[in-house]
């Protein structure tokens, strides 16, 4: 059997502030808004090819927020990228950490804070290649 991850649901206190974060920030669309389809959910993920499914999609429910996922990380492709979103981000009064360079594995990031309450975390160096070669007993599986 094979699984796979799919999509994280998020509540967020206003649907349409957080969808315009997702999208206007971190670049992603709305791949369906079921609130046309007479639902309340909204999903945003990367915009998809001609005939292609989004590898993984976040889905916004407008809903009160007992407690916010630590963060959302989205990776960059500059540096300079990750210090014009932390500048835009000050500027609006939603930077949490950063920019910094952890180097190693972690790599250039900032956190910032969506409208729901929710850290995003944008990095630029923190490659996801290779993690599974480097797990204990990885060829085992």
């Known amino acids: 059997m094979a699984i796979r991850w799919t999509h994280v649901t998020v509540p967020v206190r206003n649907l349409d502030a957080s969808i315009l974060f997702f999208v206007d920030v971190c670049g992603l669309s709305i791949v369906r808004d079921r609130r046309l389809e007479g639902g309340g959910t909204v999903w945003l993920g990367p915009t998809p090819t001609t005939h292609a499914f989004p ?80 797990l204990p007993n990885a060829d085992a599986a």
């Open 55 to 134: 590898e993984f999609v976040v889905v916004l429910v407008k809903s009160d927020v007992a407690a916010p996922l630590d963060h959302f990380g989205f990776q960059c492709d500059s540096r300079q990228e990750v210090t014009a979103i932390a500048e835009r981000a000050n500027a609006e009064g939603n930077l949490v950490e950063g920019p910094t360079d952890a180097g190693g594995s972690v790599g250039y990031f900032a956190v910032v804070r969506e409208p729901g309450g929710h850290l995003v975390e944008f990095t630029y160096g923190q490659p996801l290649l290779g993690l599974t070669s480097r």
